[in-house]
């Protein structure tokens, strides 16, 4: 007699269900940018503008967000780079960063280079409206005060004041007085330098009364608010490498840091489930705040076209590429595993304050190994700033277009040069590129002040660069991965303390249950 076994396959329904509560982050985000694009759009039709309390106060749960991932940021640095140094080969760190720093250089160069290709084709500085209603004010940078100031702030002074300070470069103006009451007294060496001081001065000189006034540039190194990110970096990368060598010795601080790791990782699983709400609010009041978004996109619909397609032949086809070269696998399977960290990235504006979901995706949906992100996504949100670098390429050749000066091949080799330095120094926070880009410009010799054609699109830009930035970070993170696997020494399970399955922070380790799927 034949006897039917039971059918124990789970239902359709009971499969959409499932589909649901695993991606249920996904859809909520996805929504959060409908409705702040419609709660944006609608409010603009009832306050204006210039009503700055009541935006003020329509921020504040955006505001709430973006505070709490910025206070993960530092504990999450500084416990992932120390775990990740401490508990690698000292060889095979060093294989691993070489590679990181190869590939971050790489792609920033090249989204540089598509950027300049892109630019000078479309030549958007010759169409459109050329009454470009201007924006915002500029802000002054030297190329050589802003290189010293990147290497400076690897090196902090005082590593508690860097969670909040950074170093910048001062200059300030000063009026000189040089006095000669006997020119008989006066050697020429002394005349000499008076007379190139007064040649150069924007004071008044008189020569009559053997007294000459000219003003003169005092140099001074002060403190800006900020957290200097990569004075951090710096520090826990050695930190993380003296206790990789001290073996047995510094195990005991590794283990404090992993543990740091993963208490850190589970308030940052607390904290996106709030992230819907947040986006919702800072979409809406970067809306509602603009005053003229038809003038906007009209007067800079080439420029706009021109950022937004090099970002997207970026994303989607020469980090792919690399990718599929380099590891053989799907790139954009990877990608879709990065879905919940690009839409954060794209509504905080922020590289840095996505960090926590940056490092969620990747060891809990590809796959990648938590020494690698902890080692590489800190410092790619710290230096790789790809769409951001296509960006400031863009938009330096755009306005030397608008001003009709012309850049020859040297000057374009300039701005493909400085774009990429100055992007690494960009810091990962919103719109922190403009005042990066005031490098690119005035490496060129255009003008800093015609940077207020552009302040009125780069909110709106500034999300989309930001997107291709952590998307550039997690590619990396999979490519080092790789190249890294025979290099990635094999920790033994009884060594480690925390277990494997809680390592990142995210799975119930309770023996004897089932596991229930926490994925967001």
Excluded at 31 to 59: N, S
Excluded at 190 to 198: G, I
Excluded at 429 to 435: M, R, S, T
Excluded at 448 to 468: K, Q
Aim: aromatic share 8%.
């Amino acid at each position: 007699m034949m006897t039917t076994k039971p059918d124990n396959s789970p239902s359709m329904g009971n499969k959409i269900v499932k589909g649901l509560k695993a991606n249920l982050l996904i859809i909520l985000m996805i929504i959060a940018v409908i409705v702040g694009l419609g709660l944006g759009f609608g409010l603009r039709g009832v306050w204006t503008p210039y009503e700055t309390r009541k935006i003020f106060y329509l921020r504040f749960p955006g505001d709430l967000l973006m505070n709490m991932l910025k206070m993960l940021i530092l504990p999450l640095i500084v416990s992932s780079l120390i775990t990740a140094m401490g508990s690698l080969d000292t060889n095979a760190s060093g294989r691993m960063g070489l590679r990181t720093v190869v590939y971050y250089m790489t792609t920033t160069f090249s989204a540089v280079i598509l950027g300049i290709v892109l630019v000078v084709t479309i030549q958007p500085g010759h169409k459109g409206s050329k009454n470009i209603t201007k924006a915002g004010s500029p802000k002054e940078a030297e190329p050589l005060d802003a290189l010293f100031d990147l290497i400076r702030n690897c090196f902090p002074d005082n590593l508690i004041e860097s969670a909040f300070n950074k170093q910048v470069t001062s200059v300030g103006k000063k009026n000189v007085t040089l006095k000669s009451p006997s020119p008989s007294n006066i050697t020429e060496a002394v005349s000499t330098l008076a007379m190139n001081l007064t040649s150069n001065s924007t004071g008044d000189n008189s020569t009559d009364t053997g007294v000459t006034m000219f003003e003169v540039d005092t140099m001074s190194v002060t403190k800006a608010s900020g957290m200097n990110i990569l004075g951090i970096v710096v520090f826990s990368l050695f930190l993380g490498g003296v206790l990789s060598k001290m073996g047995k010795d510094g195990a005991p601080l590794v283990k404090f840091f992993e543990c740091l790791h993963v208490a850190t990782m589970k308030l940052v699983t607390l904290v996106i489930w709030y992230s819907p709400v947040g986006i919702v609010f800072l979409i809406a009041a970067k809306l509602v705040e603009m005053e003229d978004l038809d003038a906007m996109f009209e007067q800079l619909a080439y420029y706009m076209v021109t950022v937004l397609a090099g970002l997207f032949i970026h994303a989607f086809i020469v980090l792919p590429l690399i990718y599929v070269i380099f590891t053989r696998k799907n790139p954009f399977r990877f990608m879709v595993g990065m879905i919940k960290a690009i839409l954060t990235a794209w509504g905080t504006a922020s590289s840095s304050a996505t960090l926590p979901l940056t490092m969620r995706c990747l060891e809990e949906n590809n796959g990648v190994d938590p020494r690698v992100t902890m080692f590489v996504t800190p410092i790619g949100a710290t230096i790789n700033m790809d769409g951001t670098a296509l960006y400031e390429a863009v938009a330096s050749i755009f306005i030397a277009q608008y001003i009709g000066q012309t850049l020859n091949v040297g000057e374009v080799i300039i701005v493909s040069l400085t774009a990429t330095a100055a992007a690494i120094g960009a810091a990962g926070v919103p719109q922190a590129g403009l005042v990066t880009m005031t490098i690119v410009l005035t490496a060129v010799g255009l003008p800093i002040n015609e940077i207020t054609l552009i302040l009125s699109i780069d909110w709106f830009l500034d999300r989309f660069r930001t997107a291709v930035n952590v998307l550039g970070d997690a590619y990396g993170a999979g490519i080092v991965e790789h190249l890294s696997r025979n290099d990635i020494v094999k920790v033994p399970e009884v060594e480690m303390e925390v277990p494997k399955e809680q390592r990142n922070g995210f799975h119930n380790a309770e023996s004897g249950k089932e596991k229930m799927d926490t994925r967001m």
